[in-house]
T-cell receptor, first 116, second 113 residues
Framework: NAGVTQTPKFRVLKTGQSMTLLCAQD?????MYWYRQDPGMGLRLIHY???????AKGEVPDGYNVSRLKKQNFLLGLESAAPSQTSVYFC???????????????FGDGTRLSIL | QKEVEQDPGPLSVPEGAIVSLNCTYS??????FMWYRQYSRKGPELLMY????GNKEDGRFTAQVDKSSKYISLFIRDSQPSDSATYLC?????????????FGQGTELSVKP
């Protein structure tokens, strides 16, 4: 069972470069999320999606864009990378609707991104 | 002030010790309380989940919620070196758009043999 798969696992970028992080889930989940994790800050929500073709801003959306063209994939884009975006990025997915707030989120193993 | 506060540690205990991990929160709308465990270089995985107040036990793990004090705890009995990880509390309100979770900062736990 693959669950939530993130690619790439590691990446080093130069300031100003762009890149796309890919998240794929095989659990037919409706909801998907992108977080960043920084020391002492916990997990902070960047963007999320409640279904194919939908996206919404989270707590720290600036400098990022997302797309959910297919239900199983959620892409996170950095148009012009900045050193402040050096972080570990996690994708998660969850089944259910707004009524199912108790459903757990399932996480991938992260993408470690360094921006020089 | 953050919505969820968690002591980041690090916390180091000898094998067999009882471990207590705690979070406080400010939003009285939170009804779902979760504990995630995160091993080094891995994603978080759900460990315990409780709804509203009360206790829940699963093997060596017990989760407690005290809504009147806005305080949740995770107890680990007979701790093992394999319990060494970062523990994250997470919370959500009923009906929140998108099922968003609010996470604590995480507590790094090390269990020494």
């Amino acid at each position: 069972n693959a669950g939530v798969t993130q690619t790439p696992k590691f990446r080093v970028l130069k300031t100003g470069q762009s890149m796309t992080l890919l998240c794929a889930q095989d659990m037919n989940h409706e909801y998907m999320y992108w977080y960043r994790q920084d020391p002492g800050m916990g997990l902070r929500l960047i963007h999320y999606s409640v279904g194919e073709g939908t996206t919404a801003k989270g707590e720290v959306p600036d400098g990022y864009n997302v797309s959910r063209l297919k239900k199983q994939n959620f892409l996170l884009g950095l148009e012009s990378a900045a050193p402040s975006q050096t972080s570990v990025y996690f994708c998660a997915s969850r089944q259910g609707s707004v009524r199912d707030s108790n459903q757990p989120q399932h996480f991938g193993d992260g993408t470690r991104l360094s921006i020089l | 002030q953050k919505e969820v506060e968690q002591d980041p540690g690090p916390l180091s205990v000898p094998e067999g010790a009882i471990v207590s991990l705690n979070c406080t929160y400010s939003n009285s709308a939170f009804q779902y309380f979760m504990w995630y465990r995160q091993y080094s270089r891995k994603g978080p995985e759900l460990l315990m989940y409780t709804y509203s107040s009360g206790n829940k036990e699963d093997g060596r793990f017990t989760a407690q919620v005290d809504k009147s004090s806005k305080y949740i705890s995770l107890f680990i009995r007979d701790s093992q070196p394999s319990d060494s990880a970062t523990y994250l509390c997470a919370m959500s309100a009923v009906g929140n758009q998108g099922g968003k979770l609010i996470f604590g900062q995480g507590t790094e736990l090390s269990v020494k043999p």
